[in-house]
């Protein structure tokens, strides 16, 4: 079974500053990671996700997120916010090798001031 | 063209009803998923479904059957309403069994009173 902990459940940051979203995880087996936003009244939407490779990745709307199996962390950061990056924000995992089974956190809330 | 779209968006219903939500793809996908948003924003698999056939079920109560008529369709009967199933259910489908990214529908927020 999978487990995932998202320890922040608002996050509250000005315009323009940067800012991260903690994720962790708990796994017996190795996982996929990824990172889904709902926007208010909107179904959740792919931001980005962790298969295999670089352990970096990153979105179109400058999001990144660096996968770490020691500390079976997946961190969501951007260094520069927009009030249009207001939203909740979830992290998932999957198990790899079986059928797509996502388990997700409990959300942070990204709160961008003016 | 909406990718995934559920209908209603807002369902409003007394204790003891039977009530559906529909969901339907647009892209071609072979697997289709039915997610609950509990009031504190959890949300958890309840069933997936690949070329109609399930292949995820878990621990849901009875009261909630999935039909698929066919790849494109996954909808949701819900027997006997109680409090509890007060939620917002998302559809999502995923290309198979094994791709990891699901596209999700924008939601139904069942209120049962």
């Known amino acids: 079974a999978q487990s995932v902990t998202q320890l922040d459940s608002q996050v509250p940051v000005f315009e323009e500053a940067p800012v991260e979203l903690r994720c962790n995880y708990s796994s017996s087996v190795s996982v996929y990671l990824f990172w889904y936003v709902q926007y208010p009244n909107q179904g959740l939407q792919l931001l980005l996700k962790?298969?295999?490779?670089?352990?970096l990745v990153k979105s179109i709307n400058g999001f990144e997120a660096e996968f770490n199996k020691s500390q079976t962390s997946f961190h969501l950061r951007k260094p520069s916010v927009h009030i249009s990056d207001t939203a909740e924000y979830f992290c998932?995992?999957?198990?790899?090798?079986?059928?797509?089974?996502?388990?997700f956190g409990t959300g942070t809330r990204l709160q961008v001031m003016l | 063209d909406t990718a995934v779209s559920q209908t209603p968006k807002y369902l409003v219903t007394q204790m003891g009803n039977d009530k559906s939500i529909k969901c339907e793809q647009n892209?071609?996908?072979?697997?289709m998923y039915w997610y609950k948003q509990d009031s504190k924003k959890f949300l958890k698999i309840m069933f997936s479904?690949?070329?109609?056939?399930?292949?995820i079920n878990e621990t849901v109560p009875n009261r909630f059957s999935p039909k698929s008529p066919d790849k494109a369709h996954l909808n949701l009967h819900i027997n006997s309403l109680e409090l509890g199933d007060s939620a917002v259910y998302f559809c999502a489908s995923s290309q198979d069994h094994r791709a990891y990214e699901q596209y999700f529908g924008p939601g139904t927020r069942l209120t049962v009173t």
């Open positions: 998932a995992v999957s198990p790899t090798g079986t059928a797509s089974k996502l388990t």
């Open positions: 962790y298969l295999s490779g670089s352990t």
């Open positions: 892209l071609g996908h072979d697997t």
């Open positions: 479904y690949n070329n109609k056939e399930l292949i």
